[in-house]
């Protein structure tokens, strides 16, 4: 048995253990979470192994080249890690890396929470099948949760796989614009930078402050009027959507923490989901010409999938603030990033929440 393998068995014997403190049903759930991953590793080959072969498709072979100008300006302008993750390349035969669960109370936008050895508390439960995600959704709706089950095209190992060869381009991301790709890609690498083990919405924040900046630069230095104009298309949506959902999140918030009944607490948010159909019903016929690709998201909006928007952008501005502050330097920025993620939770949101 090759010493790789040998060290694979060790980690699955070693969460084995870990998760076996909860119940053997946790033992399934690490042991699926490790073996996508390594399955998942398993499919990547390095990108130059890609570009020399005649196989591969000219229309890849010139999104593989996008990515390595993408992941090196990463490492030159934006000081993001410069180690083996995104130099490889997997073909997967599925729509999403993972399948990720999310849960709310029926009169609260706090996500439920689930802790991991390494990654700590996050307020998801991720699986690289989509049939046990909505096994766990069901039980979830049962137990009277809200739930969310959702795709997500990439993730981040936090720089524990470079060993291995780094977290790999995919084939459900690769294709996407050149501003969306950049962004992912710079948002991901983030999650090497700083990690606070028991805040996913300081964690994904500052990764989503990072791409914005980041994509944005790389588009007005190194993209065409074409890359652009899709982009700020692209970009003009997701503000709208952002701006729409956090004025009745808001709302939401307020009465779920005001002082009316329960019974009267569910007849008024009914009437502000409606609303926020409504709304976005109005907003995609007059400012996105009759664009759909929101649809699936309004139709099956709750308290899970609101909380979830509230976890990637809810802090961006505090970062942005920072970034500021730090003269637009990525390396001051990081390191105040890092010290912000090593201070217990209260006093870093009051730290960051204070920076001018």
Not at 157 to 184: C, H, I, K, Q, Y
Not at 202 to 217: D, P
Not at 265 to 271: D, N, P, V
Request: glycine share 8%.
């Amino acid at each position: 048995m090759s010493r790789r393998r040998r060290w694979l068995w060790a980690l699955l014997l070693v969460l084995g253990l870990v998760a076996g403190v909860s119940g053997c049903g946790s033992v399934g759930y690490y042991a699926q979470a490790v073996g996508g991953h390594l399955d998942l590793m398993h499919r990547a080959r390095p990108v130059p192994e890609w570009l020399a072969d005649p196989q591969t498709p000219p229309a890849l072979r010139e999104r593989l080249r996008l990515s390595q100008r993408l992941r090196d300006y990463a490492v030159s302008e934006l000081q993001l890690p410069d180690n083996p993750s995104y130099r490889s390349y997997a073909e997967l035969q599925r729509n999403a890396a993972v399948f990720n669960v999310v849960a709310a109370p029926e009169l609260s936008l706090q996500l439920k929470t689930w802790c991991f050895p390494v990654l700590g508390c996050v307020g998801y439960r991720g699986y690289f099948e989509r049939a046990p995600a909505d096994q766990l959704a069901a039980e979830l709706q049962a137990a009277g949760w809200e739930v969310s089950v959702y795709g997500v095209p990439a993730y981040s190992t936090l720089g524990w796989s470079n060993w291995m060869g780094g977290d790999p381009l995919l084939s459900t991301f690769v294709n996407w614009p050149e501003g969306e790709l950049a962004r992912l890609v710079f948002h991901e690498l983030s999650h090497q930078v700083a990690y606070a083990s028991d805040d996913s919405t300081f964690n994904e924040s500052f990764a989503t402050a990072v791409e914005r900046i980041g994509g944005q630069r790389w588009l007005q230095q190194h993209s065409s009027p074409e890359a652009r104009a899709e982009y700020a298309a692209l970009d003009a949506r997701r503000q709208d959507f952002r701006s729409l959902t956090l004025r009745y999140r808001e709302q939401l918030s307020t009465l779920y923490a005001g002082p009316a009944s329960d019974a009267d607490k569910r007849q008024r948010k009914q009437a502000l989901m409606a609303a926020l159909r409504a709304d976005y019903a109005l907003m995609k016929a007059e400012r996105w010409n009759g664009f759909a690709g929101f649809d699936g998201w309004f139709e099956r909006s709750n308290n899970a999938a609101l909380g979830v928007q509230a976890v990637y952008n809810e802090l961006v501005p505090d970062f942005e603030r920072l970034f500021e502050r730090c003269g637009g330097d990525f390396r001051r920025f990081y390191a105040e990033v890092k010290l912000l993620a090593a201070l217990p939770k209260p006093e870093r949101r009051a730290k960051l929440a204070a920076a001018p």
